[in-house]
């Protein structure tokens, strides 16, 4: 039999900035959709808002490429909502779009293109 080959995370960069916000908001654990919303828009100061549907489209996505699965709810949640949180791919894949943008960043700053403390 052959084996299946193990994903390499590189193959998915580079993330859209909304799937890279999703991944973030589900790296300290599971959450459910409205909660991922919150979470975005109080991190990112109201800059990225996302509504439901580019959300459950996004999440549905990610679900097909394995990078989350849908979880058990939380007790203090609703059991009606659906919680998803990373599969091990998933928090690899995060981890590797930090790591470019990193070098993005680094790069950014030896040309000097970020000024000042901020």
Same mark, same amino acid.
């Given at each position: ?10 193959? $998915?960069?580079? #993330?859209?900035?909304? =799937?890279? +916000?999703? /991944? ?10 409205? *909660? ?19 959300? $459950?489209?996004? #999440?549905?996505?990610? =679900?097909? +490429?394995? /990078? ?10 609703? *059991? ?39």
């Amino acid at each position: 039999m052959a084996k299946t080959p193990v994903p390499d995370p590189a193959d $998915y960069l580079p #993330l859209s900035s909304q =799937v890279f +916000q999703v /991944l973030l908001s589900l790296a300290d654990g599971p959450l459910h959709g409205y *909660a991922v919303i919150v979470d975005i828009t109080e991190r990112t100061g109201g800059e990225m808002k996302l509504t439901a549907s580019t959300l $459950y489209d996004a #999440l549905a996505r990610l =679900v097909d +490429q394995e /990078l989350i699965e849908e979880t058990e709810a939380q007790p203090k949640d609703d *059991a009606r909502r659906r919680s998803y949180g990373l599969t091990t791919l998933g928090r690899e894949v995060a981890e590797a779009e930090a790591k470019r943008l990193e070098r993005l960043l680094a790069m950014a700053k030896e040309k000097k293109l970020l000024r000042g403390k901020r």
